[in-house]
């Protein structure tokens, strides 16, 4: 199992310009989560989807950030116009989550995203 | 918003001692799981208590929980420079599927 895969690992982009994070899940995985790192805030949970539908968006930031999921191997997180404030390390996580079970979430290597 | 505080927030052992660190939360869980984030790695899953167990154990790490003080520690036995890393504690409530991250507490292990 190749694990959770992220890409881009590195991306610099200019404040105003759009910008796409791509994330595979573990296959079988029901549950995918999208968190925020940065050292003022730490790990900040920003969504999370269960079977492709979006469960708790109450940690996107604003309104220039939105994700998706379209199927059970692929999400995005977009974020459209990207600002300074935006850099930080966003990571992906899946998890197989079930009535009454108990799993812990497999996190991708991330992707660390500067704005200039 | 965090739910969970690690504490110490630094932690410098020498290599072979024990480290221990703290969690606190909040509200009820159902589960807290602990995880072991590398520098500019992502986060690895360490262990995982439920609200009913009371200790937990998996090769050297030794996880325990007290939910009336709404506590959890871990415990890494003889360490070695390899545990150097940022430890999290990660909260289920009990009604929800997300967890939530405390704030992390960094262990360095001098050789």
């Not at chain 1, 991306?11 to 999208?34: A, D, Y």
């Not at chain 2, 937990?56 to 070695?80: C, E, F, Q």
Request: net charge positive; charged share 20%; aromatic share 8%.
């Amino acid at each position: 199992d190749a694990g959770v895969i992220q890409s881009p690992r590195h991306e610099v982009t200019e404040m105003g310009q759009e910008v796409t994070l791509r994330c595979k899940p573990i296959s079988g995985h029901n549950s995918l989560f999208w968190y925020r790192q940065t050292m003022m805030r730490g790990l900040e949970l920003l969504i999370y989807f269960n079977n492709n539908v979006p469960i708790d968006d109450s940690g996107m930031p604003e309104d220039r950030f939105s994700a998706k999921m379209p199927n059970a191997s692929f999400s995005t997180l977009k974020i459209q116009p990207s600002e300074p404030r935006d850099s930080a390390v966003y990571f992906c996580a899946s998890s197989l989550v079930r009535e009454g079970g108990v799993n812990g979430y497999t996190f991708g290597s991330g992707t660390r995203l500067t704005v200039v | 918003s965090q739910q969970g505080e690690e504490d110490p927030q630094a932690l410098s052992i020498q290599e072979g001692e024990n480290a221990t660190m703290n969690c606190s939360y909040k509200t009820s869980i159902n589960n807290l799981q602990w995880y072991r984030q590398n520098s500019g790695r992502g986060l690895v899953h360490l262990i995982l208590i439920r609200s009913n167990e009371r200790e937990k154990h998996s090769g050297r790490l030794r996880v325990t929980l007290d939910t009336s003080k709404k506590s959890s520690s871990l415990l890494i036995t003889a360490s070695r420079a390899a545990d150097t890393a940022s430890y999290f504690c990660a909260t289920r409530a009990s009604s929800a599927s997300k967890i939530i991250f405390g704030s992390g507490t960094r262990l360095s292990i001098r050789p």
